[in-house]
């Protein structure tokens, strides 16, 4: 067992890391968050011992390490765990933060997972099946990419490359949804903005089920796993809100060979399809945490796989959900049930009955209540921006490529 240990958390406005905050208390070990948010979950959980306000990484990339530097020394830190999109930034100064492991690949590999072609482009060039996918980085490449698929009759995904939450996919069907729009027959005028610095992807539509994944990796061998379905989501393609364990060898089995083919290390996460002849197909790589790890209950042991990988390496075993636990974003939960999808709605209240919420636990509910803190500063920020609230959530930690 990993002795009792001070870990600095980053990404302190996402679920994921108020739940890796509560294992980690959970095992005996002190937890910190630093954090560029005024207000974020893990500022009033009773799991963190104390919650650190932070230049913005995006826009103070600079002062946000040295920032995270001195925190790791004057809190003797054992361990920094990136949660969100700051990963980025925090890669591209390791060489900053001495004394601690950071759990975070070098940034030239977490750019080329993040970026939706270039994965896809990874993921093909080791022999793997891919949905067919164009990088789009014009306005006339954008309409030449439409004229061939529509003389081919084939159905895309349209996204832009550097993205999240699904925020401005544009699905082939009828049925708009909140997030995306529908390409229908028609022609779509380009995105405005498009451009080699922020291009877009076309992506063939496969017809299939949806497989999300979460594990945890150490130079190459998966010692966490978990792969849930998609069920319920905000919007018709967004982020999931419900999470169930899956049981998909085949998911599992997909994530090690890759992580194994690139000798990875770190958390990540995986979207697939699994079409209807069984194949699965890979559609964008997550290279942080992700909501599957929702599904792990201390008794799992999850912090041993972020704390002493190599333990688990030697032994060969993989940790997964052991528990029936059904865990569930209660808030957009909520309005999933306008629209609740397969199942109807007797299913979708079942799910909501059998579900507990990552937000409020027995012990720790003040989060419950600082999330509507975190969504009114999201609006005020939307409104200065003139961006959406998605949007907002992560406006000063997102990164889209820049240098």
Known sequence: MTIDQNILITGGRAPVALELAR?????GHRVFVAESAEYHLCRVSSAVEASFLVPSPRHQPQAYIQRLAGLTEELNISCLIPTCEEIFYIAAGLEHITGCRVLAPCREILAQLHHKGEFIAWVRSLGF?????TLISSAAEWHRTQ?????????QVYKPAFSRFASKVILPDSGDAAGCRSQKQRQISPPT?????????????????AVCTYSIVHEGSVVAH?????RYRTGRSGASVYFEHLEHPAAQEWVQRFAGAISFSGQIGFDFIEAEDGILYPIECNPRATSGIHL??????????????????????VLIPRSDRRAMLTLPMLGCGLKPGRGGWSNWRRALRGAEDVICRKGDQRPFREQFRVVYAAQK????????????????IEWNGEG
Do not use: C
């Open 23 to 27: 294992l980690l208390k959970a095992a």
């Open 226 to 230: 978990a792969a849930y379905d998609s």
């Open 129 to 133: 099946a891919v949905p067919e996918t």
């Open 381 to 396: 920020t939307a409104w200065r921006h003139r961006i959406s609230i998605t949007e907002a959530l992560t406006e000063d």
């Open 296 to 317: 792990f209950t201390p008794e799992d042991g999850l912090t041993e796989a972020l704390l002493n990988p190599g333990m688990l390496v030697q032994t060969g075993e």
């Open 147 to 155: 004229e061939i698929a529509a003389a081919d009759g084939k159905q």
């Open 193 to 209: 903005g498009i451009s080699a610095a922020a291009p877009w992807v076309a992506q063939q539509y496969i017809k299939g089920k």
